[in-house]
C-alpha cells in the first residue's frame, strides 16, 4: 500500500510521482503556488491547454494543463472537486486536471491523458494519482447530476453511488476519475490515490465550497516535467522523502 509523505510546507506528495523524480503536490490550506506556475480559468468543461500557450494575466478557460518544459510547472486549483496529477513513464511530460462532476461528464480525465500522450508519444508506464477531494460521506447528487454521469460511465457509476432517499445519491467523484484513467490506457497498478479523507469533514487541512459555500478558499495543486539530460534520460530527480514519517 503506497503512503503520501509531506513535500513542501502544505502540500501532500504521492510516492508513483515521486519515484519518477517529479516535483508535484497535493494542496492543504497552508500551501502556496510555486513560482511560475500555469494554470488556467477553470470552468468544469473538458478542454486542455498547453502550459506555454498560457497568459498569466488572462488564462485561457481550460480544466487541463499539459507541459513538458521543467520551466513551466502546471497546476489546478480546487475546493471540493478532484484534483489530478498524470505523468509520462520518464517524467518529462505532466498534466494537471480539474474534475468536478460536469467535468467527468465531459470527459476532461480522458482528454488530458490524451494530450499528454500527445506529446510524449506513448501511454506505456504512465502514473495517475487523484489527490483529496469531498468523499461520499458529504456529496450528495440529484438525477441532473446522475444522468448525465450515467450516460459517460454506465454501470461503473454504481460502484461510485449509493442511494441516499428517493431520487438522490450520495457520490464518490474520485472513484470515477479511476475508472476514467484506468479506460484511458493508465494501468490500474500505475493509479495512485493519496490519503484523501473528504475536502468538506477536514476544515483544518481543507478548503471547500459545500461546506464554506462563496467564502470557501481554493487549494491549489501542481506538478513539474521533469528535466531530461543526455539522450532523452532522465537527469538527477529530488531529494527523496522518507514515506515512514507520512501524515498530516
Known sequence: MTRETEAAPGFITHPLLAELGIDHGFGTRSA????NLRRPHQVHGSAVVQAGAIDP????????????DPALPVGVITADCVPILVASASGAVVVAIHAGWRGLAQGVVAAGVRALIGLAGSRDGSVGVIGPSIGRCCYEVDAPVMDPLRERFGSALSEAAVLSRPGHH??????LVKVDLVRSGIARERVGLVDRGCTACDPERFHSYRRDGALAGRLIHYARPRALSGAG??????????SSGAGF
Open 32 to 35: 502556496q503556488a510555486p513560482e
Open 57 to 68: 494575466s488572462a488564462p485561457q478557460d481550460a480544466d487541463a494543463v499539459v507541459s513538458d
Open 170 to 175: 450520495r457520490l464518490d467523484l474520485g472513484q
Open 233 to 242: 534520460e532522465p537527469g538527477p530527480g529530488p531529494l527523496r522523502l522518507d
